[in-house]
């Protein structure tokens, strides 16, 4: 007869089931029965953070490169405490990601007990419950497989998100008698839901004009859709732009690519979707650009989706989305549809009259995509080849697109250099741009890398990171070194927290120097952690570096000398933002 396992056995083994290969996590007392089940035992390896919430990215990133979900674990008390900030992004982001905590035993609570987190002490749900979907402590062993299914089925809905479970340390051994159950859908399978009624009903809004364009949202990536939405690109010749968080879901060089729109984005994206006052030399009229119709694909519309919710999107907009909760929520729209990204799309692609109508309008909206195509694509584009010292950010971006392979993924960090990146990074499929967008806490990039690179082994990996950042979660690559992860870390290293320098000195002197940092060597910072590196100061030699950053094999840092009165370009977002402020 077998065994039961044991609380954490079961765990861990319910982690296996669904293919989690690893758990982030910072050590201590109230999880120490964990330390003996993880590796050969169970077949899911422990990854050490520095920091809890260093563990808390991790798990983020884990489960943004790889589609199902992260982990992490720690103490409750002040574990629990430092993984909230991670977890709040997280929630935001809607990435779904399971914390786990080990409590102090029932019979100690509320007693004065040594880091008390239950109900009765420092009470780590009540903490964890404006930041997850789910926070519950396992009151008895017998409820463990119920609750943390709830928890699971609760994480992978339609709009994941984090959950908490804080399981006390006399649980821990005891027996659990009930089998696991598996997840039916999972981040990596959702279900395939499309509300065929209010998708004929958007017939003719879609057909409304023949200059019809999408704006692709992380629900594409969510869903698989690159393949499908490729296909109706091609098809009909329908021009396509993406949030900052789907970037690449549509490869960026595909010639229906119309590059990120919103906050950061592309010329030919403001050009389709809201022309303003400074589109470049020689500027087209609005009326001879703009789109008539806006097909939004498994985006929420936030205030940088929309320009600064922008009134001059097209004058037709349908939204499609698996949660109806999302539809007119941040910003008003024409017509929407319940339903999952890619069902949409294939249905779009096997409806008749919805074929024939985007048939018989192909000839004016190819020549509406030639005017969009014959602009430049990018804002300040010089920049990418400028041999001014300090180095200047757009250069760095642009040169190591040159040298990283195409299939690499890139993880970019909250500042400045997040403009510069999702503007002249060019990204080749789903996934593979992977950045924090909504909460956007600074350090970010740096352990969340870590996650990506385990999820994904086999894909280069890279992250574009600045000076303020590192002083936040810099200690991580510590982690990535110790295990002998191959990330190369590009540090935008400008002396400044970028953005808002380049506000503050607009205020006064005082402003700005509230701004400054003092100049690190972060590569010597590195090699004191077990990683290596190289400072570039001459844009001449950044190629040379980055080559060797990638030949590596190891942890790498390129610390780049950079300019930070360099300004970024959001020219249209700033004139969008300016305007709905007025």
């Known amino acids: 007869m077998n065994k039961s396992p044991n609380a954490i056995e079961f765990v861990l083994g319910a982690l296996k089931q669904e293919g989690i290969s690893h758990v982030f996590m910072v050590p201590g007392g109230l999880i120490d029965g964990f330390l003996t089940e993880f590796g050969d035992v169970t077949g899911v390896k422990a990854i050490v953070a520095a920091h809890e919430g260093g563990a808390g990215f991790m798990a983020d990133g884990y489960a943004r490169a790889s589609g199902r979900f992260g982990v992490c674990l720690g103490i409750g008390g002040p574990g629990a405490?430092?993984?909230?900030?991670?977890?709040?992004?997280?929630?935001?982001?809607?990435?779904?990601?399971?914390?786990?905590?080990?409590?102090?035993?029932s019979d100690w609570e509320g007693r004065g007990s040594f880091q008390d987190g239950s109900g009765t002490g420092m009470n780590d749900v009540a903490l964890m419950r404006p930041v997850t979907a789910f926070a519950q402590e396992v009151p008895a062993v017998s409820l463990l497989p119920h609750h943390l299914h709830v928890a699971l089925r609760t994480m992978v809905g339609d709009s994941p998100r984090p959950v908490f479970l804080s399981l006390p340390q006399d649980l821990h051994e005891r027996p659990v008698t009930e089998a696991y159950r598996p997840l039916q859908y999972g981040p990596a399978t959702p279900p395939r839901v499309l509300d065929r009624e209010t998708a004929a009903a958007a017939r003719a809004l879609l057909t409304a004009g023949p200059r019809i364009a999408i704006l692709a949202g992380n629900g594409c990536v969510r869903s698989g859709a690159t393949e499908d939405l490729v296909r109706l690109a091609?098809?009909?010749?329908?021009?396509?732009?993406?949030?900052?968080?789907?970037?690449?879901?549509?490869?960026?060089?595909?010639?229906?690519?119309?590059?990120?729109?919103?906050?950061?984005?592309?010329?030919?994206?403001?050009?389709?979707?809201?022309?303003?006052?400074?589109?470049?030399?020689?500027?087209?009229?609005?009326?001879?650009v703009k789109a008539d119709v806006l097909l939004i694909l498994g985006s929420g519309l936030s205030q940088r989706d929309t320009m600064s919710w922008s009134p001059n999107l097209p004058a037709v907009t349908v939204q499609v989305d698996i949660d109806a909760c999302e539809f007119g929520r941040d910003y008003a729209v024409t017509g929407s549809v319940v339903g999952d990204a890619r069902e949409f799309v294939r249905w779009m692609l096997e409806d008749e009259p919805v074929r024939s109508?985007?048939?018989?309008?192909?000839a004016a909206r190819d020549a509406w995509t030639a005017r969009i195509r014959a602009m430049p694509r990018l804002y300040d584009v010089a920049n990418t080849r400028s041999n001014a010292v300090p180095i200047h950010p757009a250069?760095?971006?642009?040169?190591?697109?040159?040298?990283?392979?195409?299939?690499?993924?890139?993880?970019?960090?909250?500042g400045a250099h997040r403009v510069f990146g999702g503007h002249y990074w060019q990204s080749h499929g789903p996934s593979?741009?992977?950045?924090?967008?909504?909460?956007?806490?600074?350090?970010?990039?740096?352990?969340?890398?870590?996650?990506?690179?385990?999820?994904?082994?086999?894909?280069?990996?890279a992250v574009i990171t600045g000076d303020g950042c590192m002083l936040m979660h810099g200690i991580?690559?510590?982690?990535?070194?110790?295990h002998g992860l191959a990330i190369v870390y590009v540090v935008i290293n400008n002396g400044a927290l970028g953005n808002v320098y380049l506000r503050a000195k607009q205020m006064s002197p005082a402003a700005a120097e509230l701004s400054l940092l003092r100049t690190h060597d972060w590569v010597q910072f590195a090699r004191s952690l077990g990683a290596d590196g190289v400072v570039v100061e001459q844009p001449g030699d950044l190629v040379g570096a980055f080559e060797h950053a990638f030949r590596s094999g190891g942890t790498f840092i390129v610390d780049v000398s950079c300019d930070r009165d360099a300004t970024t370009p959001v020219g249209p977002w700033n004139r969008a933002k300016g305007a709905s402020l007025d």
């Open 81 to 105: 405490a430092n993984l909230v900030a991670a977890l709040a992004n997280a929630y935001a982001d809607e990435s779904p990601i399971l914390a786990v905590t080990g409590e102090v035993q």
């Open 234 to 288: 091609d098809n009909f010749g329908i021009p396509v732009a993406t949030t900052l968080r789907a970037k690449g879901v549509i490869p960026e060089d595909h010639r229906l690519s119309l590059g990120v729109f919103g906050y950061g984005g592309t010329r030919h994206s403001t050009l389709a979707l809201t022309p303003d006052d400074d589109t470049g030399p020689n500027p087209p009229p609005a009326a001879d």
């Open 357 to 362: 109508a985007l048939a018989g309008t192909r």
């Open 395 to 414: 250069r760095a971006v642009a040169d190591l697109r040159q040298v990283a392979p195409r299939d690499c993924v890139l993880l970019v960090d909250s």
């Open 432 to 461: 593979a741009y992977l950045t924090a967008t909504a909460m956007a806490p600074m350090g970010w990039a740096i352990p969340a890398a870590i996650g990506a690179k385990l999820a994904r082994p086999e894909l280069p990996c």
């Open 476 to 482: 991580e690559i510590q982690t990535a070194a110790r």
